[in-house]
């Protein structure tokens, strides 16, 4: 089987300290640790190993913190196979991370296993696009993404980016939830606030037909469509989105060697202009004139919904969490008159978010009330907190939406 030419290096040895002296060489070790870990470990049962998201872009952010490498983002390895395997891929994540820490680095890998099926049925989405356009095959058959169909932006729903944008709010609360509050003002804090302009800017680009599948791509279009002189309709002032767009994308590809900062967005902008374009790509989703608030907006989405949709949405719920569709079956019943469980969850990340940090002036019954909607609950013994309430969402998140389009 080809190995693409690439050559997998073992760990831990004496080159690392030549190797590893700037960021290309910690990339180029990334990627050659989890290839031959994921190649171990599903041996003759892969076909190909891909490389995803930013890393295979070459826009990943890697840093040096005074003591060792720091990947601000994560690392994604696909393995293609050709029939299902039973193989724990946390587990095998776990053993790359580890296999990085002996060259001094840190950074969070995810591994997953898709089948060859599977990759011949994906329909137009922005990770299906992104993949097709971006991914890298780094192991194996190098034409096995020939195998997916092929499709243009503009047949990707304008759903799938409000998606986008609700999964990083998600990501963005429990990121939140456990920063120490004195951290606020340090290069983690811009690193989420680029991270949310630059989903903002690909839910945007997609809702108005104009996606591009990089930050660097997403940040040219904008920059173009503001310099227009028939811009396009947008929520947040284009020549300024525009413009914190291109900040945000300066910082994310350079990191802390990117320009000063002392005009950077602050944290509570951000939030405001995320609201904004979320009220207003749904209100372009389910057909609604203006931006109503997001309860209603919400409930004209779950009538949007096809019942066959949400009754899929929780049947899935309930194969992967049967225990608690069992404690929870009327509760369930009750919620799912409201809409599939990835819209409850996203209308409660939006809720809490869009609230502010630490939800100040955050009663207990509107947190309770937030929590309510959640198909998973956690012990309301304690005090509900801004904090215990971001992570109930990141684990309904994580357990019922994360691996599924349902």
Known sequence: MSTAGHIFIPSSLPWLTVALENSDGVKTFIINEGTRICARAFGETARAILLTGSLSRGEATIEWDGSGWRALGDATFLVIVDAPVSIDT???????????ILGNIRCTIVVVASTTSELSRMTPHIYAYELRERGKVVWGDENVLDLMPRFAAAEIPMEDGWWFLCNRIIEQLETAAITSPGRKRDAGIRYRIAKLYLSMAACYLL???????????????????????????????????????????KLKMQGNAAESTENYPLWRDAIEDAEVLWRWTLSRIVGCKNNGNRAVLLALLAKHQPMLTRAKG?????????????????RWARLATGGSPRYLVYGAAGELFFGGRNGKGASQEHLAAIAAKLPLQSDFRQPLSWSSVAMMIANNFHNLLESNRS
């Open 90 to 100: 946390g587990q095998i994540g776990a053993e790359i991370e580890n296999a990085l």
């Open 207 to 249: 809702a108005i037909g104009q996606y591009e599948p990089s930050y660097q791509d997403r940040e040219r279009r904008l920059r173009e469509l503001a310099a227009s002189p028939v811009p396009p309709l947008c929520p947040i002032p284009l020549p300024r989105f525009s413009l914190l767009v291109s900040q945000c994308t």
């Open 314 to 330: 929780w049947l899935r719920a309930a194969m992967v969490q049967p225990r608690a569709f069992w404690h929870n079956l009327f």
